[in-house]
């Protein structure tokens, strides 16, 4: 139901338009297009990248523990002060968020062996365990992986040191006075590139995973995924599907994805249809796998029944014990313990089966849309054309379709009577890792939708807990007037 999702932020990364402009009469440059994008585990940051290899990091602008604690007291002990907001009110509010750094991670380059140009463009984002006050993330193109140090510095500055007056022809250094740098209490933000991991990936880089203890990440290409030291930038080759005779190739590699509690197991996902979950512990190369695959029901194999069937991202649940997988026209819920058959199939894009032709001419069907799970496991969100995305419930039961704009309509079919327009695609999503608020990119904007259903929950129970804090500081209050009256008799 639409009416439980309601629009709350819009980020532009190209020039912002006027309120009267519309998406039609934007012109937006190819650079500006966003390519990725990914809430930090805390859910206090949100980076997203585009096709210019740009990367822009917003912080969340809620109020802090600090502040949440000294409005709760001014509400139990000395009641609402005076042009001041109850967190009860704030609670009700939507989340915002706020620019906090953007900074260039990738340049154009050139494959003198292939003759072939490295485009720029931000494949994925990944954030990594925080440092002492800073915060690490990696951005991969299709041939690089950099790792991004951003921080907040006191600034510096040149104060003088004359403490008498200047001497026109100094004779010794005790005459002279040098200007000195200090520290202020304005802070900066400061970035600055701390590591890079190259030179491992023969073909194009389609996914980043960081293990659960934060150590380690694995990258994958067509054929090949890589497991690296995030500190030392040693790489090991832990899977290779290349065979001696490429006209032997049946499949390659889309998506990988470390297991979110066992740093020891991964998954990985192919154009065919399969995912496979490997072991680090069998072996330092992984040539044995669980497979997961559940054989079409149509005999008769169409046409594109082969492109269709291609994975394009896969994520686990946050106890580990399920497996979600995304390709063209459905959604798959896999169970670890059943790698037959899955646990739930949804059908997202069915209604683009009898556009098939028309996708295959324009390239469309090779859209590689992503998928994003709730923090309870409990819903997903993925995208799909003319701006619009769906809010599912892990069984299918429950499909809700907005658009990525402002104001959300009444919902019902996916396209109604518009036309299909694969200009506007929902490729990227991400979840917030607390709150149910949701971050899909569309062109070159970024919206956040978040459920007035979460926000009527918090308030809900912030307003019960001052109540029991009302209710226990009043009884306190009478105990000590009876304790102050049997004293005084």
């Not at 037959?340 to 032709?357: E, P, R, T």
Request: aromatic share 10%; hydrophobic share 35%; charged share 25%.
């Amino acid at each position: 139901m639409p009416g439980s999702w309601k629009f709350n932020q819009v980020f532009t990364n190209s020039d912002t338009p006027s309120q009267n402009s519309s998406f039609a009469t934007r012109q937006v440059l190819e650079g500006d297009i966003l390519s990725a994008v990914e809430f930090d585990p805390t859910g206090e940051f949100l980076a997203t990248g585009d096709k210019g290899g740009q990367v822009c990091v917003f912080q969340r602008t809620a109020p802090s523990k600090a502040e949440v604690i000294e409005v709760e007291e001014e509400e139990t002990v000395t009641g609402k002060k005076r042009g001041t907001k109850s967190f009860a009110e704030q609670a009700a509010q939507p989340i915002k968020f706020k620019g906090f750094v953007e900074f260039q991670s990738h340049h154009p380059g050139f494959d003198y062996l292939k003759s072939l140009e490295i485009e720029e463009k931000i494949n994925q984002i990944k954030w990594c365990n925080r440092t002492a006050n800073s915060l690490l993330l990696l951005s991969t193109n299709d041939k690089t992986i950099k790792l991004w140090k951003v921080s907040m510095r006191n600034q510096l500055t040149c104060v003088s040191t004359l403490a008498k007056p200047k001497v026109r022809n100094p004779t010794s250094s005790r005459d002279l006075s040098l200007p000195r740098l200090i520290r202020t209490d304005k802070k900066h933000v400061v970035y600055k590139e701390a590591r890079t991991y190259a030179d491992a990936h023969t073909y194009h880089i389609n996914s980043v995973s960081v293990s659960s203890d934060g150590i380690n990440f694995i990258s994958a290409d067509d054929l090949r995924i890589y497991l690296w030291d995030i500190n030392r930038s040693h790489k090991y080759n832990i899977v290779d599907m290349k065979p001696d005779n490429m006209e032997d190739l049946t499949e390659v590699i889309t998506s990988a994805a470390y297991h979110p509690i066992n740093s020891q197991l991964f998954m990985f996902s192919s154009s065919c249809g399969q995912l496979k979950l490997g072991d680090l512990r069998r072996g330092a190369v992984c040539t044995e796998f669980k497979s997961f695959f559940e054989p079409d029901s149509d005999p008769s194999k169409p046409f594109f029944s082969e492109i269709v069937a291609s994975i394009s991202d896969i994520k686990f649940s946050r106890d580990g014990r399920f497996a979600i997988s995304r390709d063209y026209l459905r959604v798959r819920v896999w169970d670890l313990k059943m790698p037959h058959k899955a646990v739930h199939n949804i059908a997202v894009n069915s209604n683009l089966q009898g556009k098939l032709i028309e996708l295959y001419e324009n390239d469309s069907i090779f859209d590689k849309f992503e998928i994003s799970l709730s923090p309870n496991g409990k819903q997903f969100v993925t995208g799909s054309y003319n701006g619009n995305f769906h809010i599912y419930d892990i069984d299918g039961t429950l499909n809700t379709t907005l658009k990525a704009q402002k104001y959300q309509g009444a919902g019902g079919n996916r396209y109604g009577n518009e036309a299909l327009d694969v200009g506007r695609k929902v490729l990227h999503t991400s979840w917030h890792p607390t709150d149910n608020t949701v971050a899909i990119t569309c062109h070159d904007s970024v919206y956040l939708i978040q459920s007035n259903r979460e926000r009527k929950k918090k308030k809900d129970e912030h307003v019960d807990q001052v109540t029991m804090k009302t209710r226990r500081m009043m009884a306190l209050s009478v105990a000590e007037e009876v304790v102050a009256e049997l004293e005084q008799q």
